[in-house]
């Protein structure tokens, strides 16, 4: 990576969490509190990771979980783990963007709490990453990360202003998918990189605003460019991520690393989420038969 750039690129992998995603960092905070508050029972609209993690929290603290995802457009991995965590799990015949809209409604009749990152308690979790990187490396220059719902690019600012370090943020969303880019919601968000196909994300406003004080940018790239950068990203550095997460990736290897030395880019979920993309746009396997001469052949070519 750095070669590549020109600069000096660091990877944070966020799938390393106990649910393999960024979403952790705050679920963790958010679902503490809903148990302090005496909720018996948490809901999200999620794209698959917060969902994941939502439920797995609520399994550890008793509580029932119910996540809301868009049909069809979650990857496999985010909804075999909110099944076996034993959330309720409702397929939405619409997008995030309706989901989200639907739980805070429901969450106002009911008393149930939204851990969705409108919930502030997932900001002050998930900026721990801010900390984390600026305990590693001092200083740092711009931050890459990708942006749907737009929490976790408020979170990070958040725990960099807490920090006195103030790197460029550059948040990064897909080209059909990108509100932020074009100022106005996307009523049919549509990208590869399920995880961030949102069109109306809930913290626009602090997104702009990080984006703003820290002299930063948010640009679109495109389902070609995050997909080349996920084949990349597992190719070259032996990091297997999901395709959201390579978004900023992409970014910066379009965009180069401007005048910044060190750049960290934000690997928000692991590859193992989504299976079906990867054998999608991987290579494919060599059938063998159990002798030798026919494995020579399979393994030279
Ligand atoms: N990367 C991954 C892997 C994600 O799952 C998400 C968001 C993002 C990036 C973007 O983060 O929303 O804070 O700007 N996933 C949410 C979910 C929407 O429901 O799992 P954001």
Same mark, same amino acid.
């Given at each position: 990576?750095?070669?590549?750039?020109?600069?000096?690129?660091?990877?944070?992998?966020?799938?390393?969490?106990?649910?393999?995603?960024?979403?952790?960092?705050?679920?963790?905070?958010?679902?503490?509190?809903?148990?302090?508050?005496?909720?018996?029972?948490?809901?999200?609209?999620?794209?698959?990771?917060?969902? !994941?993690?939502?439920?797995?929290?609520?399994?550890?603290?008793?509580?029932?979980?119910?996540?809301?995802?868009?049909?069809?457009?979650?990857?496999?991995?985010?909804?075999?783990?909110?099944?076996?965590?034993?959330?309720?799990?409702?397929?939405?015949?619409?997008?995030?963007?309706?989901?989200?809209?639907?739980?805070?409604?429901?969450?106002?009749?009911?008393?149930?709490?939204?851990?969705?990152?409108?919930?502030?308690?997932?900001?002050?979790?998930?900026?721990?990453?801010?900390?984390?990187?600026?305990?590693?490396?001092?200083?740092?220059?711009?931050?890459?990360?990708?942006?749907?719902?737009?929490?976790?690019?408020? !979170?990070?600012?958040?725990?960099?202003?807490?920090?006195?370090?103030?790197?460029?943020?550059?948040?990064?969303?897909?080209?059909?998918?990108?509100?932020?880019?074009?100022?106005?919601?996307?009523?049919?968000?549509?990208?590869?990189?399920?995880?961030?196909?949102?069109?109306?994300?809930?913290?626009?406003?602090?997104?702009?605003?990080?984006?703003?004080?820290?002299?930063?940018?948010?640009?679109?790239?495109?389902?070609?460019?995050?997909?080349?950068?996920?084949?990349?990203?597992?190719?070259?550095?032996?990091?297997?991520?999901?395709?959201?997460?390579?978004?900023?990736?992409?970014?910066?290897?379009?965009?180069?690393?401007?005048?910044?030395?060190?750049?960290?880019?934000?690997?928000?979920?692991?590859?193992?989420?989504?299976?079906?993309?990867?054998?999608?746009?991987?290579?494919?396997?060599?059938?063998?038969?159990?002798?030798?001469?026919?494995?020579?052949?399979?393994?030279?070519?």
């Amino acid at each position: 990576m750095s070669e590549r750039v020109g600069a000096e690129v660091w990877l944070k992998l966020e799938g390393a969490n106990p649910t393999g995603s960024f979403k952790d960092r705050g679920m963790t905070c958010a679902v503490s509190a809903a148990v302090r508050e005496g909720a018996e029972a948490v809901i999200c609209a999620s794209t698959g990771n917060t969902a !994941a993690s939502a439920a797995a929290y609520a399994a550890r603290a008793g509580l029932t979980g119910a996540v809301i995802v868009p049909e069809g457009k979650i990857a496999t991995g985010k909804l075999a783990q909110a099944l076996m965590h034993g959330a309720r799990v409702i397929a939405l015949r619409g997008n995030f963007d309706e989901a989200l809209a639907l739980v805070r409604e429901l969450a106002q009749r009911h008393p149930i709490a939204l851990v969705n990152s409108v919930n502030a308690f997932r900001l002050e979790g998930q900026k721990t990453a801010a900390f984390e990187l600026v305990d590693e490396l001092g200083e740092l220059d711009a931050l890459c990360i990708p942006v749907g719902n737009a929490g976790n690019i408020t !979170a990070y600012w958040k725990g960099f202003e807490e920090s006195g370090v103030r790197p460029r943020m550059l948040g990064w969303q897909a080209e059909g998918a990108a509100p932020l880019v074009h100022g106005a919601p996307v009523e049919q968000p549509e990208t590869v990189a399920s995880a961030i196909r949102i069109g109306n994300p809930a913290r626009w406003e602090e997104a702009m605003g990080a984006m703003a004080a820290s002299h930063g940018a948010i640009r679109a790239v495109s389902d070609a460019d995050i997909l080349d950068a996920y084949r990349f990203l597992a190719a070259h550095e032996g990091v297997f991520c999901e395709p959201a997460s390579a978004a900023g990736v992409a970014g910066l290897l379009e965009h180069g690393a401007e005048d910044a030395g060190r750049v960290v880019c934000v690997l928000t979920g692991h590859g193992l989420k989504d299976p079906q993309t990867a054998l999608a746009y991987a290579g494919s396997v060599v059938p063998c038969e159990p002798d030798l001469p026919a494995v020579e052949q399979a393994v030279l070519g």
